[in-house]
């Protein structure tokens, strides 16, 4: 007689309990891998967290006045590089936390700037997710950081 196994539970390896957050966190995910982008959505929207997605900077400057929290970018990108996006998502959003991941070890990053956080690829779900926790927890504001622009209307 045939035996069934269950499967085991996806991504068991990459568990991590859940953030508590006190509304849900909007995160703007920019990496123009189709694949990673969207394991790297799949494991950041598991944990509760609002995705917008772009596929390089010039499409992620397109929808930089929206309301997020935390910039994940990839730096090396067509059109317009992680760096140039995230000084640009500072203007917009003074004080939500910049995330650079990057498979190149030499790149220039402006680490050096508060609330700056890196990551080299390959990188673990699990380590990604509790970085971008911790990036958020350590500046969770009561509401989404609002673009100069937005504030203004």
Known sequence: FPVV??????NTSDEVATPRASRTMRILLVEDNDAIRNTFARALRARGYELEMAHDGRDALAVIDQPFDLLLTDVVMPHVGGVELAQ???EAHPGAPVVYCTGYADQDLDLHLPR???????????????LVDDALRAVEPKQPTLSKSSAAS
């Open 116 to 130: 700056t956080h890196h990551v080299e690829k390959p990188v673990a779900l699990r380590d990604l997710c509790a």
């Open 88 to 90: 640009a998502f500072r």
């Open 5 to 10: 196994v269950p499967a085991p539970p996806a």
